[in-house]
């Protein structure tokens, strides 16, 4: 079967009188066969995206912070150096990601909670 994973994102916002607006969406086939969807507790020290069996490249992966208050940090590296940190996830938002190796996360100021969903590309 081909593809067999769907992504899509959109953007806009208005304002001032200028309105911008994109939205994209992907198709392609999946050679594996494992996928994950659950939440995974965030705390204050690096860990690591809790995938399971995904081989990672190539996967895609979808982070969403469940937290009302509190940000998520992303990293390459469980170190989080600043050339490290690619992404924050701020409350209530999300991110779409294809990494090329693994994914480590840290919350700013407390545990906060994380939406994970993950497919082998």
């Known amino acids: 079967m081909a593809n067999e994973i769907q992504a899509s994102a959109s953007l806009s916002a208005v304002k001032g009188g200028v309105d911008v607006q994109q939205s994209t969406s992907v198709a392609f086939d999946m050679a594996g066969e494992d996928m994950i969807d659950c939440t995974q507790t965030i705390p ?3 860990v690591v995206a ?3 069996a995904i081989a990672v490249p190539p996967a895609y992966l979808q982070l969403k912070n469940l937290d009302p208050t509190n940000y998520v940090q992303v990293a390459t590296d469980s170190n989080f ?3 490290e940190i690619f992404a924050v ?3 209530g938002r999300h991110i779409q990601i294809s990494p090329i190796g693994s994914v480590w996360m840290k919350a700013a100021n407390a545990n ?4 994970l969903c993950a497919v082998e590309a």
């Open 44 to 46: 204050v020290t690096a």
């Open 50 to 52: 809790a995938i399971g």
């Open 81 to 83: 150096n600043a050339n």
């Open 89 to 91: 996830i701020r409350p």
């Open 112 to 115: 906060c909670k994380v939406a």
